[in-house]
């Protein structure tokens, strides 16, 4: 059983669409995490989220969304994509949010044309 | 905001040899993190250790939160220990992670 899961795997799009990643954990944790990876395999916090807060990088464009419909999906949704979008976008997962191991997901790698 | 270096950049050893890499930060930090990141593409949380030691098979880590750093040792590396090594902290207020650019090593066989 995958503890992590992200989907799709791959996502190619044309700029200006709006688009979703879906992520699921199995694991019971409390917390969930959105980390953006660019290519040069610099990784970067975009949202953490638990059922008491949301925290958002102050980087982050309000393009990017959050949406977790119950504890074990937080989906991340993308508005008006740009070039600069594309990257590797990955899913974690911890029982209390930064105090404990973090689990990841696979990767959804993103390209916009 | 805090700002995390890594050190080295770029790392390659013999199958079997030992590492040190390191990581500095430049504030006082809730938390530190270590992560590997394989071939692949998957990343996986090594240690969480905001201060002291743990040890984890041939992997263990150090951080000195007073002085601003932490270390990671890899002893007797396996081909398997190619990656790239990532290390983060929690600012104080709890808001902030960050990541440093990381190392990557690579082992020979």
Not at chain 1, 52 to 57: Q, T
Not at chain 1, 83 to 100: I, T
Not at chain 2, 12 to 28: H, K, P, V, W, Y
Not at chain 2, 32 to 52: A, E, T, V
């Amino acid at each position: 059983d995958t503890a992590v899961s992200q989907t799709p795997k791959y996502l190619v799009t044309q700029m200006g669409n709006d688009k979703s990643i879906k992520c699921e954990q199995n694991l019971g944790h409390d917390t969930m995490y959105w980390y953006k990876q660019d290519s040069k395999k610099f990784l970067k916090i975009m949202f953490s989220y638990n059922n008491k807060e949301l925290i958002i990088n102050e980087t982050v464009p309000n393009r990017f969304s959050p949406k977790s419909p119950d504890k074990a999906h937080l989906n991340l949704h993308i508005n008006s994509l740009e070039l600069g979008d594309s990257a590797v976008y990955f899913c974690a997962s911890s029982q209390k949010m930064w105090y404990n191991e973090q689990f990841f997901g696979p990767g959804t790698r993103l390209t916009v044309l | 905001g805090i700002q995390v270096e890594q050190s080295p950049p770029d790392l390659i050893l013999q199958e079997g040899a030992n590492s040190t890499l390191r990581c500095n930060f430049s504030d006082s930090v809730n938390n530190l993190q270590w992560f590997h990141q394989n071939p692949w593409g998957q990343l996986i949380n090594l240690f969480y250790i905001p201060s002291g030691t743990k040890q984890n098979g041939r992997l263990s880590a150090t951080t000195v939160a007073t002085e601003r750093y932490s270390l990671l040792y890899i002893s007797s590396s396996q081909t398997t220990d190619s990656g790239v090594y990532f290390c983060a902290v929690l600012d104080n207020y709890g808001q902030n992670f960050v990541f440093g650019p990381g190392t990557r090593l690579s082992v020979l066989p």
